[in-house]
């Protein structure tokens, strides 16, 4: 008799954690609010770029660079001949010496007739003249060193720089060809800086938040950032009907490179929906479904799924709130093996 009770009161402990287990392993589905995105295509692009061009003209002798080269600030990428621009340096070196000596014996001539004229050995008309030229020779003095500058700049041009570190995306001289002020040489951007240019249509302006805080942009590896600067343009394409906004990206993002296809959404404001936790999910090819409680047993529903929240997904049909789920649908799945 003492081993019968035992046994039932064992059967009875086992049901309740069964019931319980059952109880744990169930969710009670509630709608609730969360954002509203609208999604749109953009396309990556660096934001400096340009072409660079001759600032002098020559022959060029030296090619440092190529296509898909990456350059760092600074780097020297082609060189031109100098020997005009080397010549006109040492010319004007040359007259710059000669407008200083003829100051300095101009600044001694003064001297003296100022010197004389205490005494009143010359006349005024003497010691103005003596002023005069005195001026003169400091004016060409400075005009000397300004024809200086002007011939070392030009010949610093004969080494072509890279304005900023990033990538040359095309040439366009060959070593040996002439080239003159304006002629373009090489073509570049840079990678540290990119932006997203994106098309709003004109029927979300009155409800998108044009804000960088309320825009996501999705990058190919999966992740979300935010940006850190939104422009829109103040005017509409008139063929598309759409605003062209440019969403500046953090500093150095791996793996984004420019002309990259990406998402961009931006925040319209709050819808409500139906959310159950992923491993609720049961998905077969292109069948979905959830395991709903219906009394005491299950039943296998197919049901509509919708985007992805972290480790929830959105059920657009199907399921309606107040819906009892299982939580671990592939837990539920070998229970039902075991009990057949």
């Known amino acids: ?50 072409t660079i061009a001759a600032q002098t003209s020559g022959r060029v002798v030296r090619m440092l660079v190529d296509v898909n080269d990456q350059v760092e600030a600074g780097a020297p990428l082609i060189e031109i001949s100098g020997n005009e621009q080397s010549a006109s340096v040492n010319g004007a070196q040359a007259q710059l010496a000669q407008a200083q000596a003829q100051e300095k014996e101009a600044d001694r001539q003064l001297a003296r007739y100022q010197a004389l004229s205490v005494k009143g050995v010359i006349t005024r008309a003497q010691l103005d003249n003596a002023q005069a030229t005195a001026q003169a020779a400091r004016a060409r003095v400075k005009a000397s060193e300004a024809e200086l500058t002007k011939a070392r700049e030009a010949y610093g041009y004969t080494r072509v720089l890279a304005p900023y570190a990033g990538i040359v995306t095309a040439r366009h001289v060959e070593l040996g060809e002439t080239v003159a002020p304006g002629t373009p040489l090489l073509s570049g951007l840079s990678l540290d800086a990119l932006r997203v240019e994106a098309q709003l249509p004109q029927s979300a302006m009155s409800r998108a938040s044009l804000t960088a805080s309320q825009v ?11 940006p850190t600067s939104l422009t829109r343009f103040n005017y509409a394409d008139s063929t ?77 049909a199907g399921l309606q709130a107040g819906d009892r789920i299982a939580i671990d649908a592939w837990s539920r799945v070998r229970e039902v093996h075991h009990e057949q």
């Open 1 to 50: 008799m003492g081993k019968t009770v035992t046994l039932l009161f064992a059967m009875l402990v086992g049901i309740l954690c069964s019931a319980a287990r059952a109880a744990d392993a169930s969710l009670t589905v509630q709608d609730e609010m969360v954002p509203r995105w609208l999604l749109l295509d953009g396309t990556v692009e660096a934001i400096n770029k340009g």
């Open 216 to 226: 996501r942009v999705l990058l190919p590896s999966g992740d979300e950032v935010q």
């Open 240 to 316: 598309s009907h759409t605003f062209h906004l440019r969403l500046t990206l953090p500093a150095k993002q791996a793996g984004v490179l420019p002309g990259m296809w990406v998402k961009a959404k931006i925040l319209l404001g709050e819808r409500r929906a139906l959310l159950i936790p992923a491993t609720a999910l049961l998905r077969q090819g292109e069948l979905s479904a959830v395991y709903l409680a219906q009394g005491n047993d299950w039943s296998l529903v197919p049901v509509r799924v919708g985007d992805s929240t972290g480790d929830r997904v959105e059920i657009l």
